[in-house]
């Protein structure tokens, strides 16, 4: 019986006060099974990561780190009612990712002086901020591309939506207006409170995505440079990004920034390497492309947190470096092709098309997925997802090798979020009602992070092209890493009194309506 | 196994293998169907969070 899309009420599995559910959903016996197995191969994964003394050493010295105990729910929370190719595409993406994120931990623990101290492994090390381009290491094969953010306060978020309350409240303690972006003060909170591993030959900073991203590179960068002798550089990527006269000097900022990396690690630059990440950058490029044209049609296929958190890591983290993500992305687009030829449908029922614009709460990530379940709306992509589409060159030729520093500029400057909240208000507003008519939407779901102040000045802007165009506009508020101030039910009761009392709309899975996740991980 | 009637050893290896195969299945599926790795974390949780308290730290800006 619970074979059949949404023949379980989802909500039924939490319970109040508590951080997990009750149990796991039954999704008949061929579903159950294929879920059953990938829970173990994740737990292959996370058994592996720990009974290393080493990483052991780390669970026991940063806090973060107890935010891991979170990642098969995590998995749990973003297959929430899937079936068929919708539940198998959530798993290719999700098991590579913690296979990633799990090499990520272990490398970082192998050259961090508290921890496992491996002089010669820390020399070939390159920090990267979280929210950046890896572009820039795309013809560094010897050495490894490293960000401490991502494992310390970006994917913990994600496991853990109180994950980073923590942190935050040590970097106010410390001086730090609490109107911050969450995300910048989090990553200052871990450096202050002496939690992030410390190792590497160099550091690459770079002012993705905001000013705010740059103060928390300040506090970072003090203490890498002046206390841990690391050397930072600072990657200044234009904002106005799609203007023809800020491609040169971004150009340069490359070529100043491999120069510098070749200088404290003696490393030279691949362009064998770089050309063959290149051609993945592309690959990559066209099945994303493929999977929005699908959601074009009636029949949406890689959409919700199967396509914004795979854009997410493999875009910007990846960036073509990873041979594994490049089979993923093909046998994603396998998966949609078939379920596309089929009409199959992700829910049982779609009533409203959305694009989904803003920055995306962090501890409320699969929210997407609810927007499908509860109220049958089909989020078709997200401002995040809607990334550069351009092709880079690829081939190994003089010309292209002076063309590789403009394509990686660009890269770098169309880093996920940035692209949109900075570069004007073509991106960020008139770019958004393009997209609503290529995808046939009759929704737009906004989302309001409080303490984005690129954003949120075009909040008029945004109501008065909806009205103009007929589009029902729907405003959801939240901190983006903190539930304290708007929790998770907060962001939910938002879309609740729209639809009720806008649309009159009933749920479709009522059990969804209000849930009590507020202890929950 | 049984001391009486000794009938376990006088099983063949393959059905040895097939009743311990579908035990650890049994047991495995009972832990991933009733969630009960992420209840056991959980209860770990508070535990870890206590002893990190307790690590020494250079905390500053
Ligand atoms: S959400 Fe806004 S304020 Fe925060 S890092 Fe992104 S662009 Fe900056």
């Known amino acids: ?33 294929y879920d059953f197995s990938r829970w173990l191969v994740i737990m292959g994964t996370l058994g592996k990561f720990i009974i290393k003394p080493r990483n052991m ?27 068929g190719e919708y539940l198998r595409m959530c798993h290719a993406e999700q098991d590579l990712i913690i296979d990633d994120v799990a090499k990520l931990l272990d490398k970082l623990f192998k050259g961090d002086r508290r921890i496992g101290n491996d002089e010669e492994f820390s020399k070939k090390v390159v920090l990267v901020d979280e929210n950046e381009m890896t572009a820039v290491m795309m013809g560094f094969p010897m050495l490894e591309t ?13 496991l853990n939506q109180h994950s980073m309350e923590y942190y ?17 003060e989090a990553e200052a909170g871990v450096s202050i409170n002496d939690d992030a591993p410390v190792l590497g030959a160099c550091a690459i900073q770079c002012n993705t995505t905001c000013d705010g991203s740059l103060l928390g590179n300040g506090v970072i960068s003090k203490r890498l440079e002046l206390e841990d002798g690391i050397p930072v550089f600072q990657l200044a990527a234009p904002l106005r990004h799609r203007e023809d006269d800020v491609q040169e000097y971004a150009a340069q900022e ?31 490029t066209r099945c994303r492309q493929e999977w929005l044209d699908m959601n074009k049609t009636d029949y949406p296929q890689v959409f919700g947190s199967n396509l914004a958190l795979y854009t997410e890591t493999n875009y910007m983290a990846i960036c073509g470096r990873v041979p594994a993500f490049a089979k993923v992305d093909r046998k994603l687009t396998k998966l949609a092709e078939k379920a596309y030829k089929k009409k199959k449908m992700m829910a049982k029922e779609y009533r409203h098309r959305a694009i989904i614009w803003g920055v995306q709460s962090h501890y409320y990530f699969d929210f997407l997925l609810w927007l499908l379940n509860c109220w049958g709306i089909v989020p078709l992509t997200d401002m995040l997802s809607m990334v550069s589409t351009k092709e880079i060159a690829e081939v190994d030729t003089p010309e292209n090798r002076e063309q590789a520093y403009y394509d990686m500029a660009w890269l770098t400057e169309n880093m996920i979020m940035r692209n949109r909240t ?11 009602w393009d997209f609503v008519e290529e995808f046939n939407a009759d929704m737009v779901i906004l989302w309001e992070h409080m303490s984005c102040k690129a954003l949120d000045g075009m909040h008029g802007m945004f109501e008065d092209r909806a009205r103009e165009k007929g589009i029902n506009l729907v405003w959801v508020e939240h901190d983006l ?24 709309e009933e749920p479709i899975d009522p059990s969804l309506e209000v849930l009590p996740d507020d202890q929950s991980w | 196994m049984c001391k009486k009637c000794k009938c376990c050893s006088k099983l063949p290896w393959w059905s040895k293998l097939l009743i311990a ?27 870890l969070l206590k002893w990190y308290d307790h690590v020494d730290r250079d905390k500053h800006l």
């Open chain 1, 1 to 33: 019986m619970a074979k059949k899309i949404g023949s379980e009420a989802l909500g039924r599995f939490y319970k109040e006060g508590s951080k997990v559910r009750t149990r796991r959903e039954w999704r008949g016996v061929k579903d159950t099974a």
């Open chain 1, 57 to 83: 050493k780390a669970m026991l010295r940063y806090r973060w780190m107890a935010n891991y105990l979170a990642v098969p729910m995590m998995v749990d929370r973003h297959t929430q009612g899937l079936r």
């Open chain 1, 146 to 158: 490293l960000s401490r953010e991502t494992p310390s306060t970006y994917v913990p978020v994600l």
């Open chain 1, 168 to 184: 935050m409240d040590i970097a106010e303690e410390f001086g730090l207006a609490p109107d911050v972006c969450p995300m910048p």
């Open chain 1, 254 to 284: 490359i070529r100043n920034a491999i120069a510098f990396i070749e200088k404290h690690t003696g490393a030279k630059w691949d362009w064998d390497a770089y050309f063959e990440c290149a051609k993945r950058v592309n690959l990559a």
């Open chain 1, 422 to 432: 900075h570069g004007g208000y073509k991106v960020l507003l008139d770019e958004l």
């Open chain 1, 481 to 504: 890493f903190d539930p304290r101030i708007i929790s998770r039910q907060g962001v939910r009761d938002q879309i609740n009194n729209y639809m009720r009392t806008v649309m009159r």
């Open chain 2, 21 to 47: 195969t579908t035990g650890i299945f049994g047991l495995l599926f009972t832990v991933y169907f009733f969630n009960l790795d992420m209840k056991l974390t959980a209860m770990m949780e508070p535990w």
